[in-house]
């Protein structure tokens, strides 16, 4: 076993977490009743339910209204703030992001008669689909290094994940934020940047947004925009595959030693989920990928599971290694590239069969996992939200966390992975209590079919559910195009109590 990092020098790391959702929530069951699916089926491979924004919310009253929550559950002082970072790739504005997040909490915080945030507080966005929040969260920790060792830096992932009514993304769909406090001596978790493995590589036909879906859109309330993706989902789930097992190999190259024995040793393991079973697979792949390795190295035990579950399988030996060894292909002109692991995929089924899956993936992607079926797909937020869930989780269950290693797999489509080793602090469980995620969650109003439709096509409904709106909303959405005075297209927000 390679030595602990941790044992040698503290990390900076994530001292605090607070999640914001809309109330709108969408039942998959009832959907299923609607669409004509399996319930059954549905909540298996995706989840119970979704999250979708009120008429009067976009990504940046989401972002704004969880770093509330954060100030106020950690009573953190704002002045304090040196880096307040946004990972989104629902950005509805060209020129700013995070400093509008900045503006609509100094807002709120003002008419609460709390200082603001402080004036030389850096406020960068990231956008790479889902990964952007954990590059904005590297970027957290480098500014904690370096320049802003004694300030504190806060990170919020917001996203609004929509697909097409009728598509296959259709029950994958959901919205919601992440923000998490940073410090130089976390309370949480501490995070090693220099032992994380990455990995990118340019997938042309993954999922994209174009700015060409938005032309000839007639806005809908409050000037929204549908931001429906270009997807192939097949091909993504390669894709997300092959990137969680290229960035554990760069995990690995630096840390050396037995792979199979690290993934094992880890008291949980936390990824992008864009719906449930998908880190499921990516995970028992990535596992039977350390076995494989760790038995060409010489480690009979890795070797014996490894063969055991090839002959189970009746799969080649050889036609396994060679799909992990050219992954995902890329795409030749406008064709989609044939099935990059139908080998591997079968070598799966065997596996899930013995008690090493149910011991080395499922039991590690069992902290959280029952309430994030809840949230459905929140892009950048999905792997923070899992986190903060599972911490939670864990504090609740009174499981001991003290000091065992945690690993974040993030993924952002296109594509790109992080692979981060994490630690979790002694004394965790005072922060992971302030989470509150069971509040977060707390007052959801469940939509009927007519009010899923109208909110989803339109960006508005009427009803006796429709709630009164709460924390930071939209306002109104300038109109002028005079050459003496424009605002054409710029939301203008008002602040209605805490979130």
Known sequence: MAADPFAQNPHAGISGMALYVPPYRVDLAKWCEWAGNDPAKTRAVVGHAFRMPGPDQNVY????????????????????????????????????????????????????????????????????????????????????????RDRLAIVVSADIAEYARGSSGEPTQGAGAVAMLLEARPRLLELDLAAAGSASAYRGLDFRKPFLRFAGQTPGQH???????????????????????RAL???????????????????????????????????????LA?????????????????????????????????????GASGCVGD???????????????????????????????????????EMGNLYTAALPA??????????????DLDGRGLLLLGYGSGDAAEAIPARVVPGWREAARAIRFGDALAGAVDLGRDEYARLHDEGSFDGARKLAPAGLVIDHIGTHTENAFQDYGIAYYRYIGHP
């Not at 840390?255 to 995970?283: C, E, I, K, Q, T």
């Not at 002959?311 to 396994?320: M, N, Q, Y």
Request: charged share 25%; hydrophobic share 45%.
């Open 61 to 148: 009253t989401l972002a704004a209204n969880a770093v509330l929550r954060l100030l106020a559950q950690y009573d953190i002082d704002p002045r304090r703030v040196g880096y307040l970072a946004l990972g989104t790739e629902s950005s509805i504005d060209n020129a700013a992001g995070a400093v509008i997040v900045r503006g609509l909490v100094d807002a709120a915080l003002a008419a609460e008669g709390k200082p603001v945030l402080a004036r030389d507080c850096e406020v960068p966005e990231f956008k790479h689909a889902c990964l952007g929040g954990v590059y904005a969260l590297k970027g957290g920790l480098r500014y904690l290094a370096c320049d802003g």
């Open 223 to 245: 000037g929204r925009l549908s931001d429906l993706p270009v997807f192939n989902g097949k091909y993504s789930t390669d894709c997300y595959t092959d990137a969680t097992l």
């Open 249 to 287: 190999d760069a995990l690995f190259t630096k840390r050396g030693g037995s792979r199979g024995a690290y993934l094992r040793d880890v008291a949980a393991v936390f990824m992008h989920r864009p719906y449930h079973h998908m880190p499921r697979n990516a995970l028992a792949m990535a596992y």
């Open 290 to 326: 350390a076995l494989a390795h760790d038995a060409v190295q010489g480690d009979t035990e890795a070797e014996r599971e490894f063969a055991a579950c090839c002959e189970s399988s009746g799969i080649s030996r050889d036609a396994v290694l060679r799909e992990w060894r050219d």
């Open 335 to 373: 064709a989609l590239p044939a099935d990059a692991y139908p080998a591997a995929s079968g070598l799966l089924k065997a596996f899930r069969k013995r008690d090493g899956y149910r011991d080395h993936v499922e039991g590690k992607l069992r902290l959280g996992a029952a309430t994030a079926m």
């Open 386 to 399: 899992w986190l903060a869930a599972g911490l939670d989780d864990a504090a609740a269950q009174g499981t």
